[in-house]
T-cell receptor
Framework: DTAVSQTPKYLVTQMGNDKSIKCEQN?????MYWYKQDSKKFLKIMFS???????INETVPNRFSPKSPDKAHLNLHINSLELGDSAVYFC????????????FGPGTRLTVT | SQKIEQNSEALNIQEGKTATLTCNYT??????LQWYRQDPGRGPVFLLL?????KEKRKERLKVTFDTTLKQSLFHITASQPADSATYLC?????????????FGKGTKLSVIP
């Protein structure tokens, strides 16, 4: 069974569109994350979220918003897509309350044209 | 500002040798440091976590050291194999408001040559 899954794997869209990426984890973790990996392979935290709080990296534009329908899911909504949003987006999860290892999904490659 | 540097973008070594990867940081006092492996087209996979009060941690052929005075971590793979070829990422853990976020270095791409 896949621990952390993301859909879609590839997403090609035009500038100005709104899109969503879905993430699900079956590990029973309380904390989920979204990361962005740019063309230079630099992996950067965007959000961390548990059922108590959302922590947003201050550099993330407010066009990006995480939505969690339940503890096992954390979806990423992106409004008014821009060329610079093209990247690979990774979802991850971990236990809460400590510096536990994070389990990453396979990534979603977003291409904005 | 906080900075994490991994010594080289790419490292080539001969099979059977020990690979040593370096992670240096500045303007930061992490309590924990983690190492991950990332293969092309896949998400990072956790390898090891070391705490600031631990000098060394081992797991099979892997060894990590953490020197908070030098602000440096070394990651060793002994008896390296071609299957060890991947990008290795170090990540510092910072905590705040009950959450532990990872800040990653840019990674070192290791190639083990048969």
């Amino acid at each position: 069974d896949t621990a952390v899954s993301q859909t879609p794997k590839y997403l090609v869209t035009q500038m100005g569109n709104d899109k969503s990426i879905k993430c699900e984890q079956n590990l029973g973790h309380d904390t989920m994350y979204w990361y962005k990996q740019d063309s230079k392979k630099f992996l950067k935290i965007m959000f961390s979220y548990n059922n108590k709080e959302l922590i947003i990296n201050e550099t993330v534009p407010n066009r990006f918003s995480p939505k969690s329908p339940d503890k096992a899911h954390l979806n990423l909504h992106i409004n008014s897509l821009e060329l610079g949003d093209s990247a690979v987006y990774f979802c991850a999860s971990s236990q809460a309350g400590g510096p536990y290892e994070q389990y990453f999904g396979p990534g979603t490659r977003l291409t904005v044209t | 500002s906080q900075k994490i540097e991994q010594n080289s973008e790419a490292l080539n070594i001969q099979e059977g040798k020990t690979a040593t990867l370096t992670c240096n940081y500045t303007n930061y006092s992490p309590a924990y440091l983690q190492w991950y492996r990332q293969d092309p087209g896949r998400g990072p996979v956790f390898l090891l976590l070391i705490r600031e009060n631990e000098k060394e941690k081992r797991k099979e052929r892997l060894k990590v050291t953490f020197d908070t005075t030098l602000k440096q971590s070394l990651f060793h793979i002994t008896a390296s194999q071609p299957a060890d070829s991947a990008t290795y990422l170090c990540a510092l853990t910072r905590s705040g408001a009950g959450s532990y976020q990872l800040t990653f270095g840019k990674g070192t791409k290791l190639s083990v040559i048969p």
